[in-house]
C-alpha cells in the first residue's frame, strides 16, 4: 500500500510538472541569474575588497579566478552528474551549496577565506548551469518553444549581467560583503520552486575520474601560471612549472578521452561538429564579455579616480542593452537563421574591442561607456542562439553532457581571460599598454570565432542528416 501510494504521488508530481513546464523555466532563469551575478558583480568590489584585506592584482585575479576556475573544471563531471543523478536533484543540490557558500563569502575573514569560499561557489554553480540547461530540454519538447524557453532562461542572464555593475556599486557603497549575501534569498526562493517541479529521468553514466583530475590539473596549471606570470614573470620557475604541469594534464585528459571505457565527453559528442563550434563560440565569447569588465574596472578606478558606484554606472548601458533585447533573440533566429546573429554579434564585440583599445587613456567617460555598448550586443545575438543550435544538435540524454562541454569552454575562456588580462595589467606604470593588448587579444579572439560561428549548421541541416 506504502509503494502504490509513493508510486501515485510520483506520478502526480510528474504529471504536474509536465503541465506546467513554466515552474521549470523559473527556477532555471532564477539559478542562471545567482550564477551570472557573482560571476560579474564582484568586479566593480575589487579594489574595495583590497582595501580591506591588502594584496596586489594578484589576490584580486583569485577573487574572480577561484570562481571561474572551478565552475570550468567540474563542468563537464557535473553534465554527467546531472544525467545520472537527475536534473532536478542535481540542480537542488547545487543551488543548496551555492547559498551557504555565498554565505561563507559574505562573512570571510580574510582574503584566503574569501576566495576558498569562490572556490566553493564554483563548484556548486559547475552543477547548476549543466542541470538547469538540461531541464529546459526535458521540460519543452518542441525545437521552437524549447528555444524561447532558452532566450527566456538567457533573461536570467541578462538581467543579472545589467544588474550587477550597478548593484554591486551600491552594495559596495553599503559593504562589498552585501554583493555576496544577496544571494541568499534569491537561492531560497530558487529551492522552493524546485519542489514543485516534476522529477527528472536518469541515465546510467560513469563518472571520468582520470579526466576530471586531468581538467582540473590542466586548467588550474594554465590559471596559476598565467596569474603569477604577471607578477613574477613569465620565466620564473613557478610559473614555467604550472605551464608544464598544465601541458600535461591537456595531454592526460585528451588520452583519457580517446582511449578510456568511460570519457567525459562521449565519443558521439567529439564527433559532432555543431557542438566543437558552439565551443569555440562560447570560449571567445567569454573573453570579452567577461575580460573587458574586469580591465575596465580597474581603469575607472585605479586610473580615472571613480568610486564603485560610478563605475557601476558606467557598465550600465553595455548591460541594459543586453537585458533589453535578449527576448527577442529567438524571433531573431527564427527569421534570419542562427548564423548571422552569432556573427554579427562577435564581429560587432570585436569592432568595439579595438575602438576602446584606440581611445587615448583621458578619452571622455561617456564614449568608453558608449563603446561598451557594442561588447553588451553580444550577450542576445551571440549566446541564445548558440545554446539553442548546440540543444537541437543532441539527443535528449545527451543534453547535459553537451551543456557541460559547452558551458566548460566558456568558463574556460572568462577564466583565462582574467589570468591573461590581469598579468599584463600587474604593472601600474603601463597599465593602459596591458589594456591596450587585452583588447586586442580579445578581438582577435572574437573575430576568429565568427568566421567559425559561419560553418555552424541549421536545424534543417541536422534534420536531414539525423
Known amino acids: 500500500m506504502t509503494a502504490q501510494l509513493t508510486h501515485q504521488a510520483a506520478r502526480s508530481e510528474a504529471s504536474t510538472g509536465a503541465a506546467r513546464p513554466s515552474l ?7 539559478g542562471f541569474f545567482i550564477v551570472t551575478l557573482d560571476a560579474v558583480v564582484v568586479n566593480v568590489a575589487l579594489p574595495t575588497v583590497q582595501q ?4 596586489g592584482i594578484g589576490g584580486l585575479q583569485w577573487v574572480v579566478d577561484g570562481y571561474t576556475l572551478m565552475f570550468a573544471a567540474f ?9 545520472r543523478v537527475g536534473s532536478r536533484r542535481a540542480f537542488a543540490g547545487g543551488v543548496v551549496v551555492f547559498t551557504l557558500a555565498s554565505l561563507a563569502c559574505g562573512l570571510a575573514p580574510g582574503i584566503g577565506a574569501l576566495v576558498a569560499a569562490r572556490f566553493v561557489q564554483g563548484t556548486a554553480a559547475a552543477v547548476m548551469m549543466p542541470s538547469s540547461m538540461a531541464l529546459l530540454g526535458q521540460a519543452y519538447a518542441d525545437p521552437r518553444e524549447r528555444a524561447r524557453a532558452v532566450a527566456l532562461w538567457a533573461m536570467g542572464g541578462a538581467l543579472a549581467s545589467s544588474s550587477g555593475p550597478i548593484l554591486g556599486g551600491l552594495l559596495t557603497e553599503l559593504s562589498w560583503r552585501l554583493i ?17 517541479i516534476a522529477p527528472s529521468t536518469r541515465r546510467a553514466a560513469s563518472i ?13 596549471g594554465l590559471t596559476y601560471g598565467a596569474v603569477e606570470a604577471g607578477s613574477q614573470g613569465f620565466a620564473h620557475a613557478s610559473v614555467l612549472s604550472a605551464f608544464g604541469l598544465a601541458v600535461v594534464g591537456i595531454l592526460g585528459f585528451a588520452l583519457s578521452q580517446t582511449r578510456g571505457r568511460h570519457p567525459m565527453i562521449p565519443r558521439t559528442l567529439l564527433a559532432n561538429r555543431t557542438l566543437r563550434g558552439a565551443a569555440v563560440i562560447g570560449f571567445a565569447f567569454m573573453v570579452a564579455y567577461y575580460g573587458l569588465p574586469f580591465v575596465f574596472t580597474l581603469y575607472f578606478q585605479q586610473q580615472r579616480g571613480l568610486s564603485a558606484l560610478q563605475t557601476g554606472a558606467l557598465f550600465l548601458p553595455m548591460m541594459l542593452i543586453g537585458a533589453a533585447l535578449t527576448p527577442l533573440s529567438a524571433r531573431l533566429v527564427e527569421r534570419v537563421g542562427h548564423r548571422a546573429p552569432i556573427a554579427g554579434g562577435l564581429i560587432l564585440m ?11 587613456a583621458t578619452a571622455p567617460l561617456a564614449a568608453v561607456s558608449g563603446l561598451l555598448i557594442l561588447v553588451g550586443l553580444g550577450g542576445p545575438l551571440v549566446m541564445p542562439p548558440a545554446t539553442g543550435v548546440l540543444l537541437n544538435s543532441v539527443h535528449g540524454h545527451h ?4 551543456s557541460g562541454v559547452f558551458n566548460t569552454s566558456r568558463q574556460i575562456g572568462g577564466a583565462l581571460a582574467i589570468a591573461v588580462f590581469g598579468a599584463l595589467l600587474a604593472d601600474r606604470s603601463t597599465f593602459m599598454h596591458g ?16 568566421g567559425v560561428s559561419l560553418r555552424l549548421r541549421s536545424s534543417e541541416q541536422m534534420e536531414a542528416s539525423a
Open 435 to 450: 589594456a591596450r593588448m587585452s583588447l586586442v587579444i580579445a578581438a582577435v579572439v572574437t573575430v576568429i570565432a565568427a
Open 75 to 83: 563542468l563537464l563531471t557535473s553534465g554527467v552528474l546531472s544525467d
Open 350 to 360: 570585436a569592432v568595439g574591442a579595438v575602438a576602446l583599445a584606440l581611445m587615448p
Open 399 to 402: 543534453t547535459g553532457t553537451a
Open 180 to 196: 555576496f549575501l544577496i544571494n541568499v534569498p534569491v537561492g531560497v526562493l530558487t529551492l522552493l520552486l524546485v519542489r514543485k
Open 208 to 220: 571520468d575520474w582520470v579526466g576530471q583530475t586531468t581538467a582540473v590539473v590542466a586548467m588550474g
Open 52 to 55: 580591506d584585506f591588502g594584496g
Open 24 to 30: 521549470t523555466l523559473a527556477a532555471a532563469l532564477l
